[in-house]
């Protein structure tokens, strides 16, 4: 027998009888300051929720009262760009570790998995996120691969994205638009596929990645569709985006952090079009620290003031994309609500979403379906990583603490017998990355300086954004004992020295995310940690060194990056050799 259709009329009778006070409400919080994203004021409240949403403001009889104590209340927080995936952790394990933060949506582009797997792997995050307290909503990775300059494991194409957009989809209700399209210099020279992705998604919304593009290269690429930007690193850069339209968000990541250059642009006149965004996130910061929660308290000590900050996490995101009835707390938004202790800590005392006390959900550790083991790559010995020596300097990738942006350094080789090596003296490391996912036998060789790395390997699966096997040491052997055994295990990261495991962390989804708990991995990386102290110069130590590898192959950020087809120039967008005759 059929159900009988949903009675809209009905519901809609209950929630006016609702915040008429004529039925209980489930929840009165009484006692509270609102930070008001909508009047841009903090005042005295009481708010009533029921099935979910504000009833509004005022006494009301509930089945709950809640003192909040004076106590400051907030909307949910959004995350508006983030790969749930360089977390580490699986979409449930993440949901538990931010939701208690105040975390009520995010996001993401799940474009390290897509690399992988392709549209299976998005398929993969959309159902691992179905169902949870936290919203996941999902942007359709638009570059994938990247670049034409490497080799991802898959790709998805316009007609991918016309599919998954369209309404008849199964998770039609989680994808949002178009991913950061990144491929920036295809958009400019009209490369058909990219204008075909693009159109694919007309009329939805679509996220940009253009970083350091100015004048009438960025208004092009504006036209083209992008609406917002997180790559911002200079002042100037962010004003001339905001100027043009575009929706600052403002990265503050593990290793990306540009909050402290961004934050004097924010102003009260223009606040409404910046957003705060973490894009990348380390679980143990998260663990430690937090999550949007703790960009809020950021940016409130660079200077913005708190009902700013806490709009810039929640209404402003909610309304680029179009999330009706999200952001706010007021009649008729979802009931996602963070009970704060001060508004200079941001100590999170409660947190309902949807209406619903954190405490009272099943965010209980749960284990993920693996797929297959993703490592396929050619066979790996010590000659791979061997750099015959020739007339001139070599080009060497200069990392930039706490940015992603890395600097492209011409300097002597150390040679010794027809070899250039890794040179621990100049904080100099031998930098590979491995093609995995086709077993090409593709590897890049380069340098890299900045690593603090002083002896043994160090080697990864997480390599921004094709994922393929990236390794740093000072010698061969190493180098290529790091890598097999990554390979073994399916993926992750691990530090070699001597022809010792000296640890590994195992990423077994896709090379990229662990399948188990958030304590487990923590207890796994603070081991990586130790290996890696063990392994790197104290005064040179990179303080999130895996972090900072994985972005060393991603080629659309300036300057210098390696790709297992080798080195790329990102401001020409071309290929160039290893050896130079430049001074």
Known sequence: MDKPPFDAS????????????????????????????LSGEIHAASVAVADGVVLGFGDYPAREVVDAGGRFLCPGFLDGHIHIESTLLSPPEFARAVAPHGTCAVVCDPHEI????????IEYMLAASRDLPLTFYVMMSSCVPATHME???????????????????????????????????GVLARDPQMLAKLEAASGRVVDGHAPLLTGKRLNAYILAGPGSDHECTRLDEAREKLRKGMQVMIREGSTEQNLADLAPLVTPENAWRF????DDRDPVDIKKHGHMNELVRRAVAHGISPVAAVAMASINTARYFRLHGRGAVAPGYR???????DLETFAVSRVWLGGRDVRDLNLACREVPVPKNTMRPAQVTPETFRIPA???RVRVIGLVPGQIVTRSLILDPTVENGLALADPERDLAKLAVIERHHATGNVGLGFVQGLGLAAGAIAGTVSHDSHNLIVAGVNDTDMAFAAQTLTKVGGGFCVVRGGRILAVVELPVAGLMSAGCLDELEKSLADLGEAYAAVSAPEKADAHPFMSMSFLSLAVIPELKLTDKGLVDVESFSMVDLFTTES
Not at 335 to 341: E, F, I, R
Request: aromatic share 4%.
């Open 390 to 392: 020739r007339p001139g």
């Open 275 to 278: 957003s705060l965004v973490s």
């Open 10 to 37: 009905a519901r809609l009778a209950r929630r006016i009888s609702l915040a008429l006070g004529e039925i209980p409400a489930d929840l009165l919080i009484t006692g509270c300051q609102l930070v008001n994203v």
């Open 114 to 121: 897509a690399n992988v797997m392709g549209p299976a792997g």
């Open 335 to 341: 009931a996602d609500l963070v009970l704060l202790d």
């Open 151 to 185: 080799t991802s494991g898959a790709a998805v194409t316009p007609e991918d994205i016309r599919r998954m957009l369209a309404a008849q989809y199964p998770y039609a209700d989680q994808m949002l638009g178009l991913a950061e399209v990144m491929n920036y210099p």
